[in-house]
């Protein structure tokens, strides 16, 4: 290249020397002959020519030659074969957008050109934006993953290099992007990551397809159970598994998921005589597959755990229950002068004895019924039947209680023909908390009302006192666990748990009801229950012998 | 008055028991520690209610009954049980035993001649 270039200038001068030699002869006072003037005429001929062809064609080749200019061409078109290239102007819109990135993103040209290169970012990376650009005003280029915004609005991640394009003082005039779709490489990464941590869990997962019920993944813990190798996965469906399964069951528990309606399903199954707790999703994979995602959790150990559990508490509530049969049997038979008259002061000590023996019954009664809501083990026998039965019932059960305080209540407008379905003994339970709270709270000599009354779809049943109220600021949590409404000094003997209201609003809701309450400070409190009005023509049920103490 | 056998292991339940129902003075009692007891005495006795406690060690509340409903005069005599674990299925399972009510400790002393009463009117036997 160099002697080439030698040879031309070495032509180029000659042929210069030769062209001016006639005008510096003029220029000293000699005349050329005629007859050179052909050989000067074909001289400036070849080196008008030389020249044309040094600037349009020997210039370029010195600077990369022929072989050059076309290793040029194919790494430029290797490039976009391989990556991504855009260009923006000095305001970062779009001017020119290579095949490959209309081709991976999904976007024509016109949708792009002119737009701000942001059109490309992902939303949960366009907060990378300004940061990149303040680099690139910088002459910094930037090189990292971005996630490409597509236009089906699909993301793809890139591993992006934007390079500042800058004028000669160094202003930015505009930026080279080259990104490379990394995302299966992306994607397996974080499969593997996921895969390595679910592959080793305790609990059973299985992947499978919603239509086909073919399975595409199971873990360590679900192959042992079914028995099968990992090859042998995706050969498999849930019919291999369940021999007996009920297809059309098992569809429609799944459709709320499919259907979007809701995001899992849990359920509690029996697999080969062990208990199961099981929850299902509906995920899409990374490559856009919908797929169900079963965890399955063996629930022998939990079961057998709410059993022991069960058990210890029903014998803790025998053994406390027991020696408290004698204390406050005892104690009321002293308060009722059974062995004689008391001193005054002893009636009086003993009562607040009595009641606070009371209070230890109810607390050992609250904390049995919280623990069987908790456990889901608070059974309920639904029987159709009117209200007044339970209304009366715990109108009489109160009734010494309520004397007590010296506080009468009262039925009003108890329509005998009010039914509703609801489990007479938790009903009574609901009520009786409601009666005595009404009761522990009226001033001396009142009365408390109890009403029925039908409310849209519902009767509710009301119990009304004439106390202190609630305070505003406490009724919005009455019915939270361990909620105490503080007493005047004449109640403090008779404080309950906090669980009462608490419990009294599960039980009304695991019946189809509602509970609730409207008070205001000195003028007293009206608490309610309510039940869906039942057919009058619905069977009457025999109602429960058991005799509360 | 009516003769009322109690079978109840707890020493101190059965004396405030007698008091509440010496209380009532509807009743004749005839108290017994043990289900081996009643069984000896019940023949002799010849009780118009049973009350027992159901969980007694040894012979329970229910084995009890059933012993003596196998004795002369008490196939069909009306037993209440009284127990301290009264959850609502414990409860079904002692009425299914011919039991005409449940008593829950602890129970009030001063309505207890009361209960049983009430109890018996209800199953038609008084």
Same mark, same amino acid.
């Given at each position: 290249?160099?002697?080439?270039?030698?040879?031309?200038?070495?032509?180029? $001068?000659?042929?210069?020397?030769?062209? $001016?030699?006639?005008?510096?002869?003029?220029?000293?006072?000699?005349?050329?002959?005629?007859?050179?003037?052909?050989? #000067?005429?074909?001289?400036?001929?070849?080196?008008?020519?030389?020249?044309?062809?040094? #600037?349009?064609?020997?210039?370029?080749?010195?600077?990369?030659?022929?072989?050059?200019?076309?290793?040029?061409?194919?790494?430029?078109?290797?490039?976009?074969?391989?990556?991504?290239?855009?260009?923006?102007?000095?305001?970062?819109?779009?001017?020119?957008?290579?095949?490959?990135?209309?081709?991976?993103?999904?976007?024509?040209?016109?949708?792009?050109?002119?737009?701000?290169?942001?059109?490309?970012?992902?939303?949960?990376?366009?907060?990378?934006?300004?940061?990149?650009?303040?680099?690139?005003?910088?002459?910094?280029?930037?090189?990292?993953?971005?996630?490409?915004?597509?236009?089906?609005?699909? =993301?793809?991640?890139?591993?992006?290099?934007?390079?500042?394009?800058?004028?000669?003082?160094?202003?930015?005039?505009?930026?080279?992007?080259?990104?490379?779709?990394?995302?299966?490489?992306?994607?397996?990464?974080?499969?593997?990551?996921?895969?390595?941590?679910?592959?080793?869990?305790?609990?059973?997962?299985?992947?499978?397809?919603?239509?086909?019920?073919? /399975?595409?993944?199971?873990?360590?813990?679900?192959?042992?159970?079914?028995?099968?190798?990992?090859?042998?996965?995706?050969?498999?469906?849930?019919?291999?598994?369940?021999?007996?399964?009920?297809?059309?069951?098992?569809?429609?528990?799944?459709?709320?998921?499919?259907?979007?309606?809701?995001?899992?399903?849990?359920?509690?199954?029996?697999?080969?005589?062990?208990?199961?707790?099981?929850?299902?999703?509906?995920?899409? =994979?990374?490559?856009?597959?919908?797929?169900?995602?079963?965890?399955?959790?063996?629930?022998?150990?939990?079961?057998?755990?709410?059993?022991?559990?069960?058990?210890?508490?029903?014998?803790?509530?025998?053994?406390?229950?027991?020696?408290?049969?004698? #204390?406050?049997?005892?104690?009321?038979?002293?308060?009722?002068?059974?062995?004689?008259?008391?001193?005054?002061?002893?009636?009086?000590?003993?009562? #607040?004895?009595?009641?606070?023996?009371?209070?230890?019954?109810?607390?050992?009664?609250?904390?049995?019924?919280?623990?069987?809501?908790?456990?889901?083990?608070?059974?309920?026998?639904?029987?159709?039947?009117?209200?007044?039965?339970?209304?009366?019932?715990?109108?009489?059960?109160?009734?010494? /209680?309520?004397?007590?305080?010296?506080?009468?209540?009262?039925?009003?407008?108890?329509?005998?023909?009010?039914?509703?379905?609801?489990?007479?003994?938790?009903? $009574?339970?609901?009520?009786?908390?409601?009666?005595?709270?009404?009761?522990?709270?009226?001033?001396?000599?009142?009365?408390?009302?109890?009403?029925?009354?039908?409310?849209?779809?519902?009767?509710?049943?009301?119990?009304?006192?004439?106390?202190?109220?609630?305070?505003?600021?406490?009724?919005?949590?009455?019915?939270?666990?361990?909620?105490?409404?503080?007493?005047?000094?004449?109640?403090?003997?008779?404080?309950?748990?906090?669980?009462?209201?608490?419990?009294?609003?599960?039980?009304?809701?695991?019946?189809?009801?509602?509970?609730?309450?409207?008070?205001?400070?000195?003028?007293?409190?009206? /608490?309610?229950?309510? /039940?869906?009005?039942?057919?009058?023509?619905?069977?009457?049920?025999?109602?429960?012998?058991?005799?509360?103490? | 008055?009516?003769?009322?056998?109690?079978?109840?292991?707890?020493?101190?339940?059965?004396?405030?028991?007698?008091?509440?129902?010496?209380?009532?003075?509807?009743?004749?009692? %005839?108290?017994?520690?043990?289900?081996?007891?009643?069984?000896?005495?019940?023949?002799?006795?010849?009780?118009?209610?049973?009350?027992?406690?159901?969980?007694?060690?040894?012979?329970?509340?229910?084995?009890?009954?059933?012993?003596?409903?196998?004795?002369?005069?008490?196939?069909?005599?009306?037993?209440?049980?009284?127990?301290?674990?009264?959850?609502?299925?414990?409860?079904?399972? %002692?009425?299914?035993?011919?039991?005409?009510?449940?008593?829950?400790?602890?129970?009030?002393?001063?309505?207890?001649?009361?209960?049983?009463?009430?109890?018996?009117?209800?199953?038609?036997?008084?």
């Amino acid at each position: 290249m160099n002697s080439k270039k030698f040879i031309m200038k070495s032509i180029l $001068l000659a042929l210069a020397v030769f062209l $001016l030699s006639p005008v510096v002869a003029a220029a000293f006072g000699y005349s050329l002959s005629r007859t050179l003037v052909p050989y #000067i005429t074909l001289a400036a001929g070849v080196f008008m020519a030389l020249v044309f062809w040094y #600037i349009f064609d020997g210039h370029s080749g010195e600077a990369t030659g022929q072989s050059g200019r076309n290793q040029l061409l194919q790494e430029v078109s290797a490039l976009n074969h391989h990556a991504m290239v855009s260009l923006t102007d000095r305001d970062a819109r779009l001017f020119h957008v290579n095949d490959k990135l209309l081709e991976v993103s999904g976007f024509t040209a016109e949708d792009l050109l002119g737009q701000s290169t942001s059109v490309l970012y992902a939303e949960e990376d366009k907060h990378q934006f300004a940061g990149i650009r303040a680099g690139l005003d910088r002459g910094i280029p930037w090189t990292g993953e971005t996630r490409m915004r597509c236009k089906s609005g699909k =993301t793809i991640w890139t591993q992006a290099t934007i390079l500042p394009r800058l004028d000669s003082e160094g202003h930015l005039i505009g930026t080279v992007s080259i990104r490379t779709d990394v995302t299966t490489a992306k994607i397996n990464a974080q499969q593997n990551d996921l895969f390595t941590t679910l592959h080793k869990l305790w609990d059973e997962v299985y992947m499978l397809d919603p239509e086909t019920l073919a /399975f595409s993944y199971m873990n360590e813990a679900a192959l042992a159970r079914v028995g099968w190798e990992a090859g042998e996965v995706k050969t498999k469906t849930l019919w291999d598994d369940c021999k007996d399964l009920d297809e059309a069951k098992f569809r429609a528990r799944i459709e709320p998921l499919l259907t979007g309606e809701v995001d899992q399903i849990t359920y509690a199954d029996d697999i080969d005589g062990v208990p199961y707790n099981n929850r299902i999703q509906l995920i899409t =994979t990374y490559s856009g597959e919908k797929q169900l995602v079963a965890v399955l959790r063996d629930a022998s150990e939990q079961a057998e755990v709410e059993r022991v559990k069960a058990e210890l508490l029903a014998t803790i509530s025998h053994e406390l229950r027991t020696p408290m049969t004698s #204390i406050k049997g005892a104690m009321g038979l002293l308060l009722s002068n059974a062995a004689g008259e008391l001193p005054e002061k002893a009636r009086s000590m003993l009562s #607040i004895a009595y009641r606070n023996s009371d209070r230890l019954v109810m607390i050992i009664n609250d904390i049995l019924d919280i623990e069987k809501i908790a456990a889901g083990q608070m059974v309920f026998e639904m029987n159709t039947m009117p209200l007044s039965l339970v209304i009366d019932e715990s109108i009489a059960a109160n009734e010494q /209680f309520a004397n007590r305080f010296d506080v009468t209540v009262e039925k009003q407008g108890v329509d005998e023909a009010a039914h509703a379905s609801y489990d007479f003994g938790r009903t $009574l339970q609901v009520l009786t908390n409601l009666l005595s709270n009404a009761a522990k709270f009226s001033p001396v000599g009142s009365k408390v009302i109890v009403r029925v009354e039908q409310v849209g779809q519902s009767y509710r049943i009301s119990v009304q006192d004439f106390g202190a109220g609630i305070p505003e600021e406490a009724q919005g949590r009455i019915f939270e666990r361990f909620t105490q409404v503080k007493q005047d000094k004449s109640h403090r003997g008779v404080q309950g748990t906090g669980l009462g209201l608490n419990i009294s609003k599960v039980i009304m809701e695991q019946q189809s009801g509602g509970i609730g309450m409207v008070s205001q400070e000195g003028v007293g409190s009206t /608490f309610f229950v309510e /039940f869906p009005v039942a057919e009058v023509n619905d069977s009457l049920q025999d109602q429960p012998a058991e005799i509360a103490s | 008055m009516l003769k009322l056998l109690h079978v109840e292991d707890d020493e101190d339940i059965r004396e405030v028991a007698n008091m509440a129902l010496e209380l009532s003075g509807e009743f004749e009692v %005839l108290q017994c520690a043990s289900g081996e007891e009643a069984i000896e005495r019940a023949v002799g006795f010849g009780p118009d209610v049973l009350l027992l406690d159901v969980m007694m060690p040894g012979m329970s509340g229910p084995s009890t009954l059933k012993e003596l409903r196998t004795m002369e005069g008490m196939a069909d005599t009306p037993a209440i049980f009284m127990t301290a674990r009264a959850q609502p299925a414990e409860v079904e399972e %002692l009425k299914s035993l011919s039991a005409i009510a449940v008593v829950v400790k602890p129970f009030d002393p001063i309505s207890l001649g009361d209960q049983i009463m009430d109890a018996l009117k209800q199953a038609g036997k008084a």
